[in-house]
């Protein structure tokens, strides 16, 4: 063998890739030493064994067109799925190439197989990530280094409204609602630097202008020095639950018939009147309202009818509630009017009398007319009391000593105010 012939030996054993020469009668004539690693024999036993031989009878099946093709002197590429000899599998890319003599007949042919298990697996991995990325629910925003987004999955579509083509190049500023002030983006992206992950809720904007809650996780992906290449957001719309858990939170401290605050939102409100009153220096008035009339129009006309008679009563009393106000219904027929800082007790008398005229004024429920009057009893802080109990309890004294004068009277608390 030549210097030049070893050369190329050389260079052929030394190659990852399988290569072999096989003549017309299938017979191996030449195998390099990555053969080895596949089929557990070393070259020299390889070259004059026969295909069939080598291989198994399945494999040898799956080979046989490209065989009979090569012979007939067509070139043929495949992939195949092996079993090495240590019990592995592994994939390659096989190319059987025909030689074919001066008088143009198919004296045999060589074998190029590469094999491509690592770049197999990567694939499928690939794969499996992009068949989560085009199927989850959730929607998933890729950016670059420079915030300008690069690829938007389905559902991303879906809860945004903007369309892949519409997103990707787009900063996702597009995105913003506005409901949060630089420092929650600051504070954002500071954890993201420093943690490589930032985690919760946010909100945002659709296309079409709507508001939307999210859940949203924004990730850092690095390179192999640990700066960042990329950032994945994936976030799910929460709208829907915030909302219930609103409605859920809302019925928990408001009245069900007519949405007005309840006694524990009323006695909230008052407690927090207490706390910040020596900073705010402030005052108040608790109107304790009871309807003159109803257990009438209940037992006469039913509670239906009863019914629509409250909500026609809360109506009338938002009508002449100031934003600082509370109007409260603490019980069947009993509502409480908190004033806010009254310009003493003037005004609060000439509010009293503003709700005894609008509540004594004829009404149309369901079809029928009713007239029903108010006694309304009056606590003030912090002459009245010091405590949400003292102030309700005595308001609601001194409305005993109003009805015990009769329909449309207003008191305010005495000492000698008392319930029965």
Not at 77 to 97: M, P, Q, W
């Amino acid at each position: 063998m030549s210097e030049g012939e070893q050369f190329i030996k050389t260079i052929i054993d030394s190659t990852p890739n399988m290569m072999g020469y096989w003549d017309t009668d299938l017979r191996c004539r030449y195998a390099n030493n990555a053969f080895s690693d596949w089929f557990g024999m070393p070259p020299e036993k390889i070259v004059g064994i026969r295909f069939q031989d080598l291989v198994s009878p399945q494999l040898f099946a799956l080979n046989e067109p490209h065989l009979r093709g090569v012979l007939a002197g067509e070139s043929q590429r495949f992939e195949r799925t092996l079993n090495k000899a240590d019990g592995s599998v592994g994939h390659i890319i096989g190319h059987y190439i025909p030689d074919v003599g001066a008088d143009g007949k198919v004296r045999g042919f060589s074998i190029q197989a590469s094999e491509v298990t690592v770049l197999k697996e990567t694939e499928a991995k690939l794969k499996l990530a992009a068949c989560v990325f085009e199927n989850t629910l959730d929607g998933v925003l890729i950016c670059d280094v420079d915030g300008k987004i690069l690829s938007v999955n389905p559902g991303f579509v879906a809860i945004t409204g903007y369309t892949s083509e519409e997103a990707v190049g787009e900063n996702p500023r597009i995105l913003r609602s506005n409901r949060h002030d630089k420092a929650f983006y600051e504070a954002m992206w500071n954890e993201i630097e420093t943690r490589g992950r930032w985690k919760g809720e946010i909100w945002n904007r659709r296309k079409d202008g709507e508001l939307y809650l999210l859940r949203m996780t924004v990730s850092m992906v690095p390179d192999d020095n640990g700066d960042p290449v990329r950032y994945v957001s994936v976030f799910n719309d929460i709208t829907a639950l915030w909302r219930k858990d609103e409605h859920i939170r809302h019925l928990a401290f408001h009245d069900a018939l007519t949405n007005l605050p309840n006694r524990t939102l009323l006695t909230d409100r008052i407690d927090q009147k207490l706390f910040n009153s020596a900073r705010e220096h402030s005052q108040f008035a608790l109107m304790f309202l009871d309807l003159d009339g109803f257990k009438l129009v209940n037992d006469r006309l039913g509670h239906h009818v009863g019914d629509e008679l409250l909500k026609d009563v809360a109506k009338r009393l938002l009508v002449l509630v100031r934003k600082s106000d509370t109007v409260a219904r603490v019980g069947g027929d009993e509502f409480i009017f908190l004033v806010n800082n009254p310009q003493g007790k003037g005004e609060i008398a000439d509010v009293a009398n503003r709700i005894v005229n609008s509540l004594s004024e004829p009404t149309e429920i369901l079809g029928k007319v009713l007239q029903i009057g108010v006694s309304i009893g009056i606590a003030m802080f912090p002459s009245d009391g010091h405590t949400s109990v003292e102030l309700i309890r005595n308001a609601d004294a001194a409305m005993y000593s109003a009805k015990s004068m009769g329909r449309n009277n207003i008191s305010f608390y005495s000492a000698g105010s008392s319930a029965p």
